[in-house]
T-cell receptor, first 111, second 112 residues
């Protein structure tokens, strides 16, 4: 499976936008980009996923670079409840879908 | 709508004891997964299933067995628990490939 690289930690302020980067230089054409987050003492929670085009949902937006070697998760207006570890994961189309979690980015939101 | 339910939520085992963790989902999902998460680490895949009656190994399968006799249930067994299996165990399910996973709230297992 192709690997992703994320910063270990990031910090932002409440009510400001947050851009969480993810590098995946070895991504293949059949890899989807998934984002999950894990709040303290909880199981991971789905945030968003996409293949080539940018994606939006009620939680966040996913901006995918034209060469697909990087992507950015955008939280438009951070709240204290967005403090969590965010995981960027690649998942191949063929075969059984298996999400391989890395270390993720620990996001701290300052009031 | 319960989603993914894991039982028990907490358990303490002595080395060498056996136990079974139960995962139940009520969303009619085909795929189910067992992960473990050690302190400060990401999740690691133990075993998974792509449908009733099927199982497959993940990244760290040693010391664990699984069964998927019914579509809605995925059981994780520890035949002879070891302290290295102290961890938080998460179950997840998904409907199809490239669909989102739904995770349970976890089982915190301590082996002494």
């Amino acid at each position: 499976d192709a690997k992703t690289t994320q910063p270990n930690s990031m910090e932002s302020n409440e009510e400001e936008p947050v851009h969480l980067p993810c590098n995946h230089s070895t991504i293949s054409g059949t890899d989807y980009i998934h984002w999950y987050r894990q709040l303290p003492s909880q199981g991971p929670e789905y945030v968003i996923h996409g293949l080539t085009s940018n994606v939006n949902n009620r939680m966040a937006s996913l901006a995918i670079a034209e060469d697909r070697k990087s992507s950015t998760l955008i939280l438009h207006r951070a709240t204290l409840r967005d403090a969590a570890v965010y995981y960027c994961i690649l998942s191949r189309i063929q075969g059984a879908q298996k999400l391989v979690f890395g270390q993720g980015t620990r996001l701290t939101i300052n009031p | 709508n319960a989603g993914v339910t894991q039982t028990p939520k907490f358990r303490v085992l002595k080395t060498g004891q056996s136990m079974t963790l139960l995962c139940a989902q009520d969303m009619n999902h085909e795929y189910m997964y067992w992960y473990r998460q050690d302190p400060g680490m990401g999740l690691r895949l133990i075993h998974y299933s792509v449908g009733e009656g099927t199982t497959a190994k993940g990244e760290v399968p040693d010391g664990y067995n699984v069964s998927r006799l019914k579509k809605q249930n995925f059981l994780l067994g520890l035949e002879s628990a070891a302290p290295s299996q102290t961890s938080v165990y998460f179950c997840a399910s998904s409907a199809l490939r490239q669909e989102s996973y739904t995770f349970g709230s976890g089982t915190r297992l301590t082996v002494v």
